[in-house]
């Protein structure tokens, strides 16, 4: 069976065309070509400068292995596998790879579509387990534990989180870890913000470290800020899992383009540069956030995300959230992501800190709300 189709490309197809400022993306200002091999070393420049542009490995250019590898101190590069279409691509497989008919998953929710959608075009079932957006999105673990049925085979989690900015503990994390493994329940870890916590000390160990059984999922489009790339991976110390979704991928993608690979390679060696070039903008755009929000309490409940660069506002007006997202966009050419889309009914709406024009976003949405007597 296809999946259902994914709500939030079918509301960015929609209104692309006419946005001018998208105040919701996901991802940071993305960098030049130009600018990302300026940060070439000696080795990659001479890659980059031979590179064939044939057919590359199915599992990933092994340099470019090694550099994912090296987030992962648990995990050894011969367990990580590249993905060509990103860390959707790694969702597909991962779902593909442990889920079938009268299978059951739980997923933190709300939650992106590739980690809920597949599943019931395999005969699987799902659960979602609300983060508590009343006591600072706090998972509950608890709640977590009593989702579990005999036959789940799989627990979906996405920490920094799209769309609330949530983040549990380090203690939060291990314990959730553990109870699954103790389940006989694989973690699936969407770890694509990881990196983009505002203080080092609150990242997260990466879940295919702390577990051999789970699976980490990473991308190069968002704290590196190279979503044009498509490069994404899945890291598993489990042989079972990385096996199987390798002869998926050989009727997918096959390989990753070998450009992409190499300029891939090329940041992960900066990625120090990169990330601190991301949390700048993100922290510059939270303080704008906290100050426009803070200046509508009457307008919009805003709570500032943990981590990460998206946060979940919710619009406190007697209108429903897609109503005011389709006039502020066709009146100020200003994007929000209504919360529909994650199949929220609470009126939220995702707001994206990634994107250095944000603050003009801003003044376009003060203009709107004035002009309507807000």
Same mark, same amino acid.
């Given at each position: 069976?296809?999946?259902?189709?994914?709500?939030?490309?079918?509301?960015?197809?929609?209104?692309?065309?006419?946005?001018?400022?998208?105040?919701?993306?996901?991802?940071?200002?993305?960098?030049?070509?130009?600018?990302?091999?300026?940060?070439?070393?000696?080795?990659?420049?001479?890659?980059?400068?031979?590179?064939?542009?044939?057919?590359?490995?199915?599992?990933?250019?092994?340099?470019?292995?090694?550099?994912?590898?090296?987030?992962?101190?648990?995990?050894?590069?011969?367990?990580?596998?590249?993905?060509?279409? /990103? +860390?959707?691509?790694?969702?597909?497989?991962? #779902?593909?790879? $442990?889920?079938?008919? @009268? =299978?059951?998953? *739980?997923? !933190?929710?709300?939650?992106?579509?590739?980690?809920?959608?597949?599943?019931?075009?395999?005969?699987?079932?799902?659960?979602?387990?609300?983060?508590?957006?009343?006591?600072?999105?706090?998972?509950?673990?608890?709640?977590?534990?009593?989702?579990?049925?005999?036959?789940?085979?799989?627990?979906?989690?996405?920490?920094?989180?799209?769309?609330? /900015? +949530?983040?549990?503990?380090?203690?939060?994390? #291990?314990?959730? $870890?553990?109870?699954? @493994? =103790?389940?006989? *329940?694989? !973690?699936?870890?969407?770890?694509?913000?990881?990196?983009?916590?505002?203080?080092?000390?609150?990242?997260?160990?990466?879940?295919?470290?702390?577990?051999?059984?789970?699976?980490?999922?990473?991308?190069?489009?968002?704290?590196?800020?190279?979503?044009?790339?498509?490069?994404?991976?899945?890291?598993?110390?489990?042989?079972?899992?990385?096996?199987? +979704?390798?002869?998926?991928?050989?009727?997918?993608?096959?390989?990753?383009?070998?450009?992409?690979?190499?300029?891939?390679?090329?940041?992960?060696?900066?990625?120090?540069?990169?990330?601190?070039?991301?949390?700048?903008?993100?922290?510059?755009?939270?303080?704008?956030?906290?100050?426009?929000?803070?200046?509508?309490?009457?307008?919009?409940?805003?709570?500032?995300?943990?981590?990460?660069?998206?946060?979940?506002?919710?619009?406190?007006?007697?209108?429903?959230?897609?109503?005011?997202?389709?006039?502020?966009?066709?009146?100020?050419?200003?994007?929000?992501?209504?919360?529909?889309?994650?199949?929220?009914?609470?009126?939220?709406?995702?707001?994206?800190?990634?994107?250095?024009?944000?603050?003009?976003?801003?003044?376009?949405?003060?203009?709107?709300?004035?002009?309507?007597?807000?």
């Amino acid at each position: 069976m296809i999946p259902n189709p994914c709500k939030i490309e079918g509301f960015f197809g929609r209104w692309d065309p006419e946005v001018e400022y998208f105040a919701c993306a996901s991802d940071v200002d993305p960098l030049s070509l130009r600018d990302l091999l300026e940060l070439a070393d000696a080795d990659t420049r001479a890659l980059w400068n031979g590179l064939e542009l044939g057919y590359t490995e199915t599992t990933g250019h092994p340099l470019l292995r090694e550099a994912i590898a090296d987030q992962y101190p648990e995990t050894a590069a011969t367990e990580v596998t590249v993905c060509a279409g /990103g +860390a959707v691509e790694a969702l597909f497989l991962l #779902a593909h790879t $442990l889920l079938g008919p @009268g =299978d059951h998953a *739980v997923v !933190v929710w709300p939650a992106f579509e590739s980690l809920h959608r597949i599943a019931p075009s395999l005969g699987a079932t799902i659960t979602g387990v609300e983060l508590d957006a009343d006591n600072g999105w706090r998972l509950d673990i608890d709640a977590v534990r009593k989702a579990l049925q005999p036959n789940t085979r799989a627990l979906f989690v996405n920490f920094p989180h799209n769309p609330t /900015g +949530a983040l549990p503990s380090h203690a939060e994390f #291990a314990e959730l $870890l553990a109870m699954a @493994g =103790d389940a006989g *329940v694989t !973690v699936v870890s969407d770890e694509v913000y990881r990196h983009l916590e505002y203080d080092d000390a609150d990242t997260l160990p990466a879940a295919c470290d702390l577990d051999e059984r789970a699976v980490s999922v990473g991308v190069m489009s968002k704290a590196y800020a190279l979503a044009g790339l498509r490069i994404g991976w899945f890291a598993t110390r489990n042989p079972a899992i990385t096996a199987t +979704a390798r002869t998926l991928k050989d009727y997918t993608t096959v390989c990753s383009s070998a450009p992409a690979e190499i300029l891939s390679l090329i940041a992960l060696r900066a990625h120090d540069h990169l990330i601190e070039r991301s949390r700048t903008i993100i922290k510059a755009n939270l303080a704008h956030a906290e100050s426009f929000f803070g200046s509508h309490p009457d307008t919009f409940a805003w709570a500032a995300p943990a981590a990460g660069m998206l946060a979940f506002p919710r619009l406190l007006l007697p209108v429903p959230v897609e109503d005011f997202v389709t006039d502020l966009v066709r009146d100020q050419r200003v994007l929000l992501l209504p919360g529909t889309v994650f199949d929220t009914t609470d009126n939220r709406f995702r707001v994206g800190l990634g994107r250095s024009a944000l603050p003009q976003a801003f003044e376009r949405m003060e203009e709107f709300l004035t002009a309507r007597g807000h």
